[in-house]
């Protein structure tokens, strides 16, 4: 754990970081689209909205804090863990301390993926030596860091972290109402509007039944649920650099302002800051970069930048 604290030591850091409602949100992209295809967000406050993205999420936890996590209820992570959260996972934090949470993420691409020879699912790892190598990456990351081998260490970190992984206890009953079709049709339709009677028809439960239980499995009612996952559409747009305009529409919501209100109370930023994460990210693609040579020497690197 020393070795944890020492790398974890220097990653604190708020400058460019909008504080909205309970919480500070930093996002970054270290690198352009075309050397990899990462996102970083640092996170501290008392509690952190639920929310989702369309991107796995690796989390580092750097303080004690409560998750509420969907089909697992609520549970008490220690600094040092790693949180895996599959693309479309609804989760939120609050603190388990007299301190605020505070945790660094990781959202990758499916290009990040593709080579894994086993779905990601949800996980809790406590293990000290990936904990402190996640934590230094961050570091480097947060340099903006220009070596070329970045995504093979980012493919290494995650083929390791998959590998490990231990199932996110406590494990929902084995006599609780079976509401994984109702989740599934909610992500499904996303960006559409869903009534009640309609998911009174699909799940066969009494809309009050439904809502009960379903928050009970999942964290949210199923409105709110939904709203989740139309907001991680809507992140996901906005980084393809779709107007803001463009995506209330794609996304159904009543105009930008419901937009920018909504998602702002789930990510702590507005849809503008984090679009713009990623312009900079495209404007700020590195040009030739010195590397070293696995057989010693060195060489330039050329065609990173457009």
């Known amino acids: 754990m020393r070795a944890f604290q020492q790398s974890v030591s220097g990653i604190s850091d708020a400058a460019g970081a909008e504080s909205v409602a ?5 996002a970054w ?7 990899a295809d990462i996102t970083c967000l640092s996170r501290v406050g008392y509690t952190i909205s639920p929310h989702a993205f369309e991107w796995l999420g690796l989390t580092l936890v750097l303080s004690s804090v409560t998750v509420q996590r969907e089909a697992r209820g609520s549970i008490d992570v220690a600094a040092g863990t790693i949180l ?32 894994l020879a086993q779905p990601v699912r949800s996980a809790l790892i406590r293990d000290t030596a990936l904990s402190g ?31 490990v992984r231990a199932p996110a206890e406590p494990v929902r009953s084995a006599f609780a109402t079976p ?10 339709r996303a960006t559409t509007s869903t009534s009640v009677d309609d998911l009174e ?27 989740r996952q139309r907001l991680a559409r809507a992140s996901r747009l906005l980084a393809l650099g779709t107007p803001a305009s463009e995506v209330s529409y794609r996304c159904d919501f009543s105009d930008q302002s419901h937009l920018t209100r909504s ?39 050329t065609g990173i930048a457009k």
């Open 179 to 188: 509401l994984t079709p109702v989740r599934d049709y909610l992500r499904a």
């Open 84 to 115: 895996v959260v599959p693309a479309g996972e609804v989760l939120s934090m609050r603190t388990a301390g007299p301190a605020p949470c505070s945790v660094k993420t990781l959202l990758l691409g499916e290009i990040h993926l593709a080579a």
């Open 22 to 26: 309970s919480y500070t949100v930093k």
């Open 201 to 227: 028809h699909f799940s066969g439960l009494t809309r009050f039944h439904l809502a009960r239980v379903f928050r009970r499995e999942f964290g949210l009612p199923p409105r709110a649920y939904q709203m």
């Open 29 to 35: 992209r270290p690198l352009p689209p075309e050397v």
């Open 133 to 163: 190598e996640l934590a230094a990456l961050f570091n480097e990351l947060k340099l903006r860091m220009r070596l070329i081998d970045v995504t093979r260490r980012i493919q290494t970190l995650v083929e390791r972290v998959i590998a």
């Open 263 to 301: 998602f702002r109370e789930a990510y702590g930023i507005t849809p503008h800051r984090w679009s713009n994460t990623f312009v900079t990210a495209k404007r700020s693609a590195p040009g030739p970069a010195q590397i070293d040579s696995p057989r010693g020497g060195s060489h330039r690197i």
